[in-house]
């Protein structure tokens, strides 16, 4: 392993190989936690965008990262750094926190089938339709922007992110709790639940 640089810590791999990154947070209530992400650097010093690719429930970075494999090389190529998070599975299926999780307005009528995950049980954030996690993307998002600018000198206001199914609610959410933290995004058959789609100019 390498040295830790600003909190992040990756396997050393070959020049423009993804690398298998891990990320600490911490969370009120829900404590500390190693997040994890492929990253992907070009092989001279970056000169490009960061992208943020955020995988569908159930999936996880390595196989969305296979999936986009034409556009890392592409965008390695271009001097950009392309990061893939892993979603949060903490007792069902892989994904992400989409801020709707406790509210039951989102549910249709009659709805009642809860796949509640630990993360939610634990914060009593369950409700009738709940079915992803409850731990806080938009934090992780967010810090782990932070942190990937300050360790390889980008430009935080060339932030992208592409999101698809589940990861496409998550770049919703991330634009609408956070709106200065993209410059422009890409949703793939996603859109915010019932009630929650208040969307900034950038979508």
Do not use: I, K
Not at 132 to 146: G, I, K, P
Not at 159 to 188: R, W
């Amino acid at each position: 392993m390498q040295a830790p640089v600003y909190g992040l810590r990756c396997e050393q791999q070959p020049c423009g190989q993804p690398l298998r990154c891990t990320f600490p947070m911490r969370q009120p209530t829900l404590g500390a936690m190693n997040r994890t992400l492929l990253l992907t650097l070009p092989c001279v010093p970056p000169s490009g965008p960061l992208l943020l690719s955020f995988h569908g429930q159930g999936g996880n970075a390595s196989g969305f990262s296979e999936q986009h494999a034409p556009l890392v090389s592409t965008a390695a190529a271009r001097g950009w750094v392309v990061a893939f998070p892993d979603g949060m599975a903490d007792g069902h299926d892989s994904g992400w926190n989409v801020g709707t999780n406790g509210d039951s307005s989102t549910c249709l009528p009659r709805t009642n089938n809860s796949y509640c995950h630990a993360s939610c049980s634990t914060l009593r954030r369950c409700s009738r339709c709940a079915w992803s996690t409850c731990f806080d993307d938009v934090a992780f998002a967010t810090r782990l922007v932070s942190s990937l600018v300050a360790a390889h000198g980008l430009d935080a206001s060339r932030v992208f992110a592409l999101g698809e199914s589940n990861g496409g609610m998550l770049v919703h959410h991330l634009a609408q709790a956070s709106p200065a933290l993209l410059l422009a995004a890409v949703v793939v058959f996603a859109l915010p639940l019932l009630g929650h789609l208040v969307e900034p100019e950038l979508l």
